[in-house]
């Protein structure tokens, strides 16, 4: 095995509050191991190309398309896994921006680094699931640009011509989005790089060209949140339809939830749980530093009647029962009663509905669901 494949990346997973983080110690280049892979291309310019970068186990496909979006097509390469699957990890697909000087061969393989490194990990039973990330350890040299230092994974947006049902996309983060995803929420990363885009949920491809869309500095001096325990249990989901808000939780959760809720006085519950984009809302809420008042990203012609957001949060022991929009998610409001309802619910993996006091105001419902349900 020659140097350059000695230095391909050393994985280490490790698990905060149950979300699987993947540390890369040291990505470099592959084109050493790619230049031993199989290819397979179906003519002169044609797509999709194959590669079968780990014989008998994985193959990433690559495909050439464009994205139709309010600011016009954009030319895209498409790379995705076939391999996973046999580990029980869902297949990727990862999404790169061309250059306008790039022409469709010239597709990047430093990716495919990525993908080898997945299966590894996948290889000993260690997966990611949608909100989950893939983090680019100390020393590395960053992803296709040296700030690009994690993925994050959604459920991902159709692509004519990709079949990408059970798939997760990977979408490329910045050192200072990973800081705000870690502290304030994937969401509320993903959702604000959908308004640059103008695209719901989020711009699912990666522009090399593009800027940080949030700083951890501005956020922490201007949330709300900053003030508040905040927790991630991945899986969990947000949405609003119906008059009716809606916490949609993994079943198995409820151990998690015990461990690190017992023995909060109801007078003492003041705490936020991070939630996913539900894949069934058609609006999310999104906030940044310096906006004034509620707002949300939402595709063209929808009622946006399904709203999702970036967190629930709770404040037990009140008089009465209610609901606040703050920010990018809603602080439901409880009495010492009601919170006691709500802790035995999230304790032993029970449905529960509690009604507001304000009949104009959404009542909150708690609800299981299993894996890969929507």
Not at 41 to 51: H, I, L, W, Y
Not at 273 to 290: Q, S
Request: hydrophobic share 40%.
């Amino acid at each position: 095995m020659n140097d350059e494949l000695l230095k391909t990346a050393l994985f280490t997973a490790f698990c905060i509050l149950f979300g699987v983080f993947i540390t890369i110690e040291h990505v470099s280049e592959v084109k050493a191991e790619t230049t031993q892979t199989k290819i397979h291309v179906r003519g002169p310019g044609k797509f999709p190309v194959e590669f079968e970068l780990v014989p008998n186990k994985l193959k990433v496909r690559i495909y050439s398309h464009e994205i139709e979006t309010p600011k016009g097509k954009i030319p895209c390469w498409s790379y995705v896994s076939e391999g996973l699957q046999a580990y029980r990890h869902q297949e990727l697909i990862f999404t790169l921006a061309r250059k306008p000087e790039e022409q469709s061969q010239d597709f990047p393989r430093d990716i495919f680094t990525y993908f080898m490194e997945v299966l590894r990990f996948a290889e000993k039973g260690n997966i990611v699931t949608a909100g989950g990330f893939s983090e680019l350890g100390q020393g590395s040299p960053g992803v296709l640009r040296p700030d690009f230092r994690a993925f994050t994974y959604i459920n991902p947006c159709p692509i004519e011509g990709i079949d990408t049902r059970n798939h997760l996309a990977a979408i490329l983060l910045t050192s200072e989005e990973l800081s705000v995803a870690k502290a304030f929420g994937v969401t509320r990363v993903l959702a604000n790089l959908g308004e640059v885009y103008r695209f719901y949920p989020t711009a699912f491809w990666c522009d090399r060209e593009r800027k940080s869309v949030l700083s951890l500095e501005m956020v922490e001096q201007a949330s709300l949140l900053a003030k508040m325990k905040r927790m991630t249990f991945p899986g969990a989901r947000l949405i609003e339809r119906d008059h009716q808000i809606f916490l949609k939780l993994p079943q198995g959760a409820h151990l998690w939830l015990k461990t690190n809720l017992s023995g909060i006085p109801a007078k003492e519950v003041y705490f936020t749980l991070f939630t996913n984009a539900d894949p069934l809302a058609d609006c999310c809420l999104v906030w940044k530093p310096g906006q004034t008042g509620p707002a949300a990203i939402a595709p063209p012609d929808t009622t946006q009647s399904r709203k999702t957001g970036n967190y629930i949060g709770f404040l037990g022991g009140q008089a009465e029962n209610g609901v606040k929009l703050i920010e990018d998610g809603f602080m439901i409001i409880l009495t010492e009663d009601s919170w006691n309802k709500v802790k035995k619910a999230l304790f032993s993996e029970k449905p529960v509905s509690i009604p507001m006091e304000d009949k104009a105001a959404p009542n909150f419902s708690i609800e299981w669901i299993k894996p890969n349900e929507n």
